[in-house]
């Protein structure tokens, strides 16, 4: 599975990278995100790799989903797919957006692949194992590299979202003795967590589930972990609920380090 999600996400990439430099036109959706002709294309390569490897197993994908086209995963291992996280930092000229791509069973993200395509960069986390590819400029991978969370050292390293934070974020901070936080765009915070570069990411603002699924499956393969306020395990194919959306998140917390909850300072 991991061979087709690098594939996919690879031409995804390379096809953003292209639209970036001929230049593009931006719309908003119905939520006020903007969208591109490269969330687009992106995604119309992902669903073809994924369709003709795995044709019986359903994907949901972002912009499917804003077109109004939701599969039935009851029951069902399913994908998730972003084709462009962090487009407001495409947009912008920033280097820190993603394709990602998840498989989810039994509600958690078991296969995932984070690729930064302007920073030549990818993660990739299947059950237990996780690792860096350097991706070279003309798409292909150069090197691979086992990655895992550090321990929990005392001087810890949080995380934030470079464009939604929030003030839960800054009290959490206060409260586990957190002085250092850096921000950052897209699901590269999970990755980050992955290969031991900080400790733990703080989320007390709208994600979806194709935000977080394949940074959560590079973490969690990684040794680190996502759980809810309530210490629970972040679940996926979230439907039906009265109090949301469908497949949207509550407030977590992202671990890298082994242990999933820290006593308050």
Not at 106 to 114: D, E, L, T
Not at 153 to 169: G, I, M, Q, V, Y
Not at 183 to 190: H, M, V, W
Request: overall charge negative; hydrophobic content about 45%; some cysteine.
């Amino acid at each position: 599975m991991l061979t087709t999600f690098e594939k996919a996400a690879l031409e995804a990439g390379k096809a953003i990278i292209a639209v970036l430099r001929e230049g593009f036109p931006i719309a908003m959706k119905a939520d006020a995100s903007p969208v591109t002709v490269a969330d687009e294309e992106a995604e119309r390569i992902i669903l073809a790799h994924l369709s003709r490897d795995y044709p019986d197993i359903p994907v949901v994908a972002e912009e499917s989903v804003a077109a109004g086209n939701v599969p039935d995963i009851s029951g069902r291992g399913f994908f998730l797919v972003d084709p462009l996280d962090g487009t407001r930092e495409f947009v912008d000229g920033r280097q820190e957006f993603t394709v990602n791509i998840a498989y989810i069973e039994n509600g958690a993200p078991v296969a995932g692949i984070v690729y930064a395509p302007a920073l030549g960069l990818a993660f990739l986390g299947e059950r237990g194992r996780a690792e860096r590819l350097d991706v070279t400029e003309d798409f292909t991978i150069g090197a691979r590299t086992a990655i895992a969370v550090r321990e929990q050292p005392d001087d810890r390293l949080a995380l934030a979202s470079l464009r939604h934070n929030s003030p839960e974020t800054g009290t959490f901070l206060a409260d586990h003795a957190i002085s250092k936080c850096t921000n950052i765009g897209s699901s590269l915070k999970f990755c980050l967590l992955a290969e031991g570069k900080a400790d733990v990411y703080p989320r007390f603002t709208r994600t979806m589930e194709w935000d977080t699924a394949a940074g959560d499956a590079v973490l969690r393969a990684a040794g680190g972990s996502t759980v809810t306020l309530d210490g629970a395990l972040l679940t996926y194919g979230k439907t039906g609920t009265a109090a949301d959306f469908d497949f949207a998140n509550p407030n977590f917390i992202s671990w890298g380090g082994r242990k999933r909850v820290l006593e308050p300072a």
